[in-house]
């Protein structure tokens, strides 16, 4: 007897990588600076960003590796971070809209057409 499969719903982010963003929320010490967007993990809605929730990971020594502690960005929530409006610089909320028969994102704040 075959069981029901679902389809798990997976939301259509606004952020992309490679995007500019600014981290709203969360330790201090990431707050308000723009950084990049390294990776964007849809099925968890979380983002890795540039130089943001830095963790040290402890590696076992291989025959190509010494090992050690490493250091790597972890994910954040999505819900954090905001995309820098191209045009102001500042924090923006991102719309889409139909122009020439593609949907393209743009900023809220100035109108500006995000790339």
């Not at 190509?64 to 971070?81: F, R, T």
């Amino acid at each position: 007897m075959a069981k029901n499969k679902q389809k798990r719903f997976k939301p259509k982010y606004k952020i992309k990588k490679g995007d500019k963003v600014v981290v709203v929320a969360g330790s201090y010490k990431n707050r308000d600076k723009v950084r990049n967007v390294l990776e964007v993990l849809p099925d968890k809605g979380r983002i890795i960003v540039e130089d943001v929730n830095i963790v040290k990971k402890h590696v076992k020594p291989t025959q190509d590796s010494a090992g050690g502690i490493q250091e790597k960005a972890a994910p954040i929530d999505i819900s954090n971070v905001m995309l820098v409006d191209p045009k102001t610089g500042e924090p923006t909320r991102v719309g889409r809209k139909v122009v020439d028969g593609k949907v393209v994102r743009y900023a809220k704040k100035s109108g500006e057409i995000i790339k």
